[in-house]
T-cell receptor, first 114, second 117 residues
């Protein structure tokens, strides 16, 4: 089973709203990722959690706030976003062990900021 | 820093034919992994195939195979007997082997493949 689930599938929010994206996996992976993807572009890494600790923050603006409550869940809290933040937000997970680092992606949340 | 180059922004192929997508990369690392991911229109990104740099044998997965040339830093994807469902954006990606402590995938810009009936 290589399933990563994400909710919601679509989200429309105003620039003053607060919303959260959710990602879940039950593959026993201990590394989880948030990516941002614009149309016809490759994903851009935002955050990496390893063993529930934030290990990489790719200089993402503070209006994006990640959270990893446990080894299966990853959240991305959104606040005061800008229209240019509209994109597909992908979650991925992997084992953090040598030889098992293949990342498996969720279907994404398509975000529109008005 | 690593870079991944996909020189073909778009390609098309007739159903049942064979197509090859090219990917080159630049790295000073000796141990690393290479991946091809497929992302159909408005659908999930899925792993197509993976290659460990220390393995000389080219990886294969059913109709998908790679031609891995480590010295030339080339990693092309061959799709045999193309099917309509193969229509997708294909991303080549690189990850260095840091003993489980590095998680960064470096992606190419992608090749949009269209399979025509």
């Amino acid at each position: 089973d290589t399933e990563v689930t994400q909710t919601p599938k679509h989200l429309v929010m105003g620039m003053t709203n607060k919303k959260s994206l959710k990602c879940e996996q039950h593959m026993g992976h201990r590394a989880m990722y948030w990516y941002k993807q614009k149309a016809k572009k490759p994903p851009e890494l935002m955050f990496v959690y390893s063993y529930e600790k934030l290990s990489i923050n790719e200089s993402v603006p503070s209006r994006f706030s990640p959270e990893c409550p446990n080894s299966s869940l990853l959240n991305l809290h959104l606040h005061a976003l800008q229209p240019e933040d509209s994109a597909l937000y992908l979650c991925a997970s992997s084992h953090p062990w040598t030889g098992m680092e293949t990342q498996y992606f969720g279907p994404g949340t398509r975000l529109l900021v008005l | 820093a690593q870079t991944v180059t996909q020189s073909q922004p778009e390609m098309s192929v007739q159903e049942a034919e064979t197509v090859t997508l090219s990917c080159t990369y630049d790295t000073s690392e000796n141990n690393y992994y290479l991946f091809w991911y497929k992302q159909p229109p408005s659908r999930q990104m899925i792993l197509v195939i993976r290659q460990e740099a220390y393995k000389q044998q080219n990886a294969t997965e059913n109709r998908f195979s790679v031609n891995f040339q480590k010295a030339a830093k080339s990693f092309s994807l061959k799709i045999s007997d193309s099917q309509l469902g193969d229509t997708a954006m294909y991303f080549c990606a690189f990850m260095k082997d840091s003993g489980g402590s590095n998680y960064k995938l470096t992606f190419g810009k992608g090749t949009l493949l269209t399979v025509n009936p």
